[in-house]
């Protein structure tokens, strides 16, 4: 099993970055894909970026370009750094994590992310 911990958010302005922290512990991280998730009000939960455990990374169309995932093993850590942001980008942003041989999921608690315009 995995703990997963976010941090990072908060409120910017349209244009700005901002760079998501999340924290893992209790199971071996490399073993793991990760994924950021975001929610926000009344619409469902969308997965935004994905990196695999062999480091290949895949995006959402309304992020390519403008979100970065990177992962770092050693500090079982995984970020999305957020440039450009815009309204819309407002939610609060999950870490997922999918044991790859299992596929046991496990999401964190959230972090909100507010860009005004």
């Known amino acids: 099993q995995v703990q997963l911990v976010e941090s990072g958010g908060g409120l910017v302005q349209a244009g700005e970055s901002l760079r998501l922290s999340c924290a893992a512990s209790?199971?071996?991280?490399?073993?793991?894909?990760l994924g950021w998730g975001r929610q926000a009000p009344g619409n469902q939960r969308e997965l935004v970026a994905g990196?695999?455990?062999?480091?290949?990374?895949n995006y959402a169309n309304s992020v390519k370009g403008r979100f970065t995932i990177s992962r770092d093993n050693a500090k079982n850590t995984v970020y999305l750094q957020m440039n450009s942001l815009k309204p819309e980008d407002t939610a609060v942003y999950y870490c997922?994590?999918?044991?790859?041989?299992?596929?046991?999921?496990?999401w964190g608690q959230g972090t909100q992310v507010t860009v005004s315009s």
């Open positions: 997922t994590a999918v044991n790859m041989k299992t596929s046991d999921e496990y």
């Open positions: 209790g199971s071996i991280f490399s073993m793991y894909h």
């Open positions: 990196i695999s455990s062999g480091g290949t990374t």
